[in-house]
């Protein structure tokens, strides 16, 4: 509050939200070289743009890293999470961008449908597709949903948030709708997102209007301190921090808010996928992350309670589901709700260590889910990807190196030590048992060995069993594009796991949320 | 000669030799296994030469120490050193991987997976050995401990028998669940200690300093005790090491059974009995009667076996329930027979594994009925089998009796019943051993066997003499090796607050009663 009422006239530091300006702003130049720059430049052109405009997005966010304000007239919190966060998305849609950007691995082009419009097996998609033409407005959409993801998570008000959860979301349903291969799955996977999304979208909108029948402001701190005023909670309250935990949870995943994971992640483009497994978890947990501490730390006790249900729950439906997946996208998906549930019990902890080890975890999980699934576009049958999991049978003979990539992935999600994910898996649970959380600990460490049981069934599939004699399935050599990405995901995996301090040390720096 | 930093050389040898081995061609076999064999030699040598600087006066102290800060966001240290008893079991380590390469020439010939894969998993694999011994923080300890399943995953996985698969996932499921557990347990510990202290710490000697609630301190003693129960393995957490054992080379079953399975009971005394001395006081009924099942089921159960491998599987299992009972019968005997054992166990079991290995490669079974009459047709091979075997079962002058006894004893001083039970086990244990060898030795010759089961090759001998050299020379005198544990068996004693029985017939001290 009193920080907002040093500002009497609507100064902006532009400075401050420089990162975000850049991406979005990147975004609308894309928009308009879709509508003048002919059809044979435009992918040249749109890598410039989003590459360029990811890397000036960072180089602001690293000029702005000391910062700790509120800035834009109370909307933004520029501290040390924020930036430890929009720095983590920055670098992951880096990454991912790299394997949006592949076009080798399929022969007739990207990993998107020419154009979308056009109706699955139609004529017109034929004709499409001989013409050779690439889906560019990818990019645009894939900034926007970027700038959106960097809003999330800086928000210190609820509408703020609310913008800022549609901008992110919006282009992602377009964007799982786009795939070239398994159209209608792609197509249906879209309209699940879009609509359970915006489901959850009038959720949080409702818990917001709830809030301010409460506290009569959005903003998180003035909720904090009409908490404190009132010492307690009422029925406005809690009905208003369900409804804002429905929306926010929905978007990470976590059970009983998961159930888009699955399709979402099987149908849309792998590349997609991986994209927003690994950002969208980050920003909402980012937004989780500042709503329950910031404006809801005061009736922690309230909602405490349901939160280690929910964790405890996705850690347990994430690695039992998981268990019975024949698909390796299903299984990733479903291994992703474990880890939602993991990263929960730092969020539990509602301490400094347990907002550090979430950060972490975030990003270790991040660079690993997108090595993960930029692995998976590359094993390839004649009609795409092959993504049943008895086609990896055998591939540790034909493809050792990318194998092994990815058994360092599955051994890191697995939580194996020396890799990233042992690194995150101990920040949180020492978290979560220094915090007295110790039931939901065991509980994470029962997950964690039956998740290595799943995890592994793929390594002995792909290193100890003999591949089917004609299955047709093969490792396609990708260009520099993916190739940089995995190698990039699997050195931080690595590095992260036997050298973590520099990363420890960044998310410590981060300090707390600013109020 | 304390400024150099032999720990960490002797844990980067062989990774630096696994590195070698992974560039040579693929195709090169036989270059890929005598670059194997003089890494792990030379480790061999350097451990040697460490160990002749290791001052056994104060064995009870980690020596060679050095810490250097790792992760210091979580108080961690890459912190080695080793008392009386992680050396001798460092060396147990060093000298039988050289011995598996040489026994295992043939073992691997590229059929299953790449030869130089195997041979560079085996030197990661004692890299991680000597690193799980060398520890003396615990964090680091946790990290080698699980990262050790990585290799012998594969090894079994990879260069396994038919049911390798089945095999190595059921060991990596009842290893990680293990290694979880203890996860959690070492976290909780690290927040007590950060508790207690002011900042956390996984450093050893600092951790066995503090004074642990006891209710805390039963719930983290279980964390560890049941991965080290499941590691060791201890009866009823014991049903993967058949399955591993007799799936995987001999070599592989050698390392697993012969060394890694002795960070369970060496887990056991160093860290359990000195990190939690009010839990493992409490806990003493519980392990013992574990171990003195062990003991009895695990003989009962090899004698009716009819696969020679998990024979031998199921003898260990009744073995570690010894060095278990040792170790929680909190005398000193006890428990310096149980750290002798680990080594006399891991030599006998080690030429018995090797032994078998070359009877089930050459017959090209592993059952015992297969075979008969072989000492007609290789009596060097059946008597090579037999010292190792009589080791096994004890027999006074071979090394596993000086252990065995000294068990017995330090579990009569306080526990005789338990003693006289335990007992039992040593007859039943020439029942097993003297039966397969009857089975499998003596008897008419059928054809196949005459024609299969050749007499041991020069190579071969080679590997195994010094088995037996180290078995009858323990076995007559025990004392050096005695003399490097001792030390530190009483530094365990005193943490836990243990003193051995009085004699009942000598007079009693004033003031000194138990």
């Known amino acids: 509050m009193s920080a907002t009422a040093s500002f009497d006239i609507p100064a902006i530091d532009y400075s401050a939200i420089g990162p975000i300006l850049i991406v979005t702003g990147a975004a609308l130049v894309g928009v308009l070289v879709e509508a003048f720059v002919p059809q044979l430049y435009r992918r040249s052109v749109q890598l410039v743009v989003t590459f360029g405009a990811l890397l000036a997005a960072f180089a602001a966010l690293i000029s702005i890293r000391g910062m700790r304000e509120i800035v834009a007239v109370g909307a933004v919190a520029i501290d040390g999470p924020t930036i430890f966060l929009q720095g983590s998305i920055l670098v992951l849609a880096f990454i991912a961008a790299l394997v949006i950007a592949e076009r080798e691995v399929d022969p007739v082009g990207d990993a998107f449908a020419p154009r979308a419009s056009a109706l699955p097996g139609s004529v017109d998609e ?51 709708g786009l795939a070239r291969r398994r159209r209608l799955l792609s197509q249906e996977a879209a309209l699940k997102y879009f609509v359970l999304g915006a489901f959850s979208s009038a959720f949080f909108l409702y818990g917001t209007a ?113 268990l019975t997946q024949t698909d390796i996208k299903r299984m990733l998906a479903y291994s992703s709700i474990a880890q939602a549930g993991f990263m929960l019990i730092g969020v539990v902890a509602t301490s400094r260590q347990g907002l550090d080890a979430t950060l972490v975890y975030l990003f270790a999980y991040g660079t690993a889910t997108i090595g993960a699934f930029a692995v998976v576009s590359l094993v390839r049958d004649s009609t795409g990807e092959a993504t049943h999991l008895s086609q990896w049978a055998g591939l540790g003979r034909k493809s050792p190196v990318l194998a092994s990539v990815f058994a360092l992935f599955l051994l890191g999600f697995a939580g194996i030590p020396l890799t990233s994910g042992f690194t995150a898996k101990f920040a949180v649970f020492s978290a979560g048992v220094a915090a007295g959380a110790t039931p939901l600990v065991i509980v994470g460490v029962l997950a964690s060995a039956i998740g290595a049981f799943f995890y592994v069934r793929v390594i002995v599939l792909m290193f100890f069993t003999e591949p089917a004699a004609d299955s047709g399935v093969s490792v396609v050599i990708p260009s520099a594009f993916t190739t940089l990405a995995i190698t990039i995901t699997a050195a931080l995996s690595l590095v992260i796991g036997v050298l973590p301090q520099f990363i420890l040390d960044l998310a410590n720096n981060a300090g707390i949320f600013i109020r | ?223 560890f005790f049941i991965a080290f129960a499941i590691k060791a393995p201890l ?145 060097i091979l059946a008597g090579t089998f037999l010292i190792a075997g009589l080791s096994s079962l004890a027999l006074p002058g071979l090394s596993s009796f000086v252990s065995e006894f000294l068990v017995l004893v330090g579990t009569f001083e306080r526990y005789p019943w338990v003693a006289v039970v335990a007992t039992l086990g040593i007859v039943l244990a020439a029942v097993y051993i003297l039966l397969m060898f009857q089975r499998i030795m003596t008897g008419p010759t059928s054809d196949v066997v005459k024609e299969r089961v050749l007499e041991l090759k020069g190579r071969e001998i080679v590997a195994i003499a010094p088995l037996l050299v180290v078995i ?30 009085a004699p009942e017939v000598a007079p009693v001290a004033e003031g000194t009663a138990p």
């Open chain 1, 126 to 176: 034929q004709a499409f597709t001989g013409l050779g033409w690439l889906q560019t407005e990818v990019w645009p959409l894939f900034l926007f949903s970027v700038g959106g993801m960097l809003l999330f998570p800086a928000s210190t008000d609820l509408l703020t948030m609310f913008v800022a959860l549609e901008v992110l979301s919006l282009p992602l349903y377009i964007m799982v």
């Open chain 1, 210 to 322: 709830l809030m301010y029948g409460f506290a009569g402001t959005v903003s998180l701190s003035g909720i904090a301190d009409k908490l404190t005023a009132t010492a307690g909670a009422n029925s406005l309250v809690i009905t208003g921090t369900a409804l804002l935990a429905v929306g926010l949870l929905f978007k990470i995943g976590a059970v009983p808010f998961h159930q888009w994971t699955p399709d979402v992640y099987q149908g849309a483009p792998t590349p997609v996928t991986g994209f927003m497994a690994a950002c969208t978890k980050v920003a909402a947990f980012g937004a989780l992350l500042r709503v329950m501490y910031v404006a809801l730390g005061g009736v922690r006790w309230d909602w405490r309670p349901i939160m280690y249900v929910i964790a405890a729950l996705s850690m347990l439906v994430g690695v039992v589901f998981a």
């Open chain 2, 1 to 223: 000669m304390t400024t150099f930093p032999w720990l960490p050389a002797l844990f980067v040898l062989p990774l630096v030799g696994a590195v070698v081995v992974m560039l040579l061609p693929k195709s090169a076999h036989t270059l890929a296994k005598q670059v194997g064999l003089v890494f792990s030699a030379l480790v061999f040598a350097v451990t040697i030469v460490m160990a002749l600087g290791f001052n056994s006066a104060k064995a009870a102290d980690f020596q060679f120490d050095i810490s250097v800060p790792w992760i210091p966001a979580f108080g961690v240290n890459f912190a080695m050193g080793v008392d009386g008893i992680a050396l001798v079991l460092i060396a147990l380590a060093v000298s039988l991987v050289p011995v598996v390469l040489l026994a295992g020439w043939d073992d691997v010939d590229g059929s299953q997976g790449s030869v130089r894969g195997y041979i560079a998993l085996i030197l990661v694999l004692e890299a991680a050995m000597i690193g799980v011994f060398a520890a003396t923080d615990i964090f680091l300890f946790y990290v080698f401990f699980e990262s050790m399943l990585i290799p012998v995953y594969f090894l079994i996985g990879r260069y396994g028998g038919p049911r390798r698969n089945y095999a190595a996932m059921k060991f990596l499921v009842y290893s990680l669940v293990g290694g979880l557990l203890m996860l959690a347990a070492l976290i909780g510990l690290y927040v007590v200690s950060a508790q207690i202290t002011g900042t956390g710490t996984f450093d050893f000697t600092t951790l066995a300093g503090l004074n642990i609630d006891p209710a805390t301190q039963k719930w983290l003693f279980a964390g």
């Open chain 2, 235 to 379: 009866v009823p957490f014991h049903t993967w090491l058949p399955d591993a054992a007799a799936e995987s080379t001999p070599g592989t079953a050698v390392l697993l059974v012969g060394v890694l399975d002795k960070v369970g009971t060496f887990g056991m005394l160093r860290y359990c009995l000195e990190l939690f001395p009010d839990a493992s006081r409490w806990a003493t009924p519980l392990v013992i009667t574990l171990a003195v099942i062990g003991i009895i089921y695990g003989a009962l159960v090899a004698i009716g076996q009819t696969d020679i491998k998990r024979l031998i599987a199921y003898t260990s299992v009744s073995h570690f329930g010894f060095i278990a009972l040792g170790v929680f019968v909190m005398t000193s005997r006890g428990q310096s027979g149980s750290a002798l054992y680990m080594v006399n166990h891991g030599f006998s079991t080690a030429a018995l594994f090797l032994i078998a290995g070359f009877l089930i490669s050459r017959r090209g079974s592993r059952l015992m009925e297969d075979f008969g009459g072989v000492q007609k047709v290789a009596p």
């Open chain 2, 472 to 501: 009858v020379a323990l076995g007559f005198y025990p004392k050096p090796v005695l003399d490097v544990i001792n030390p530190a068996i009483t530094r365990v004693m005193h943490s836990v607050s243990a003193t051995d029985p």
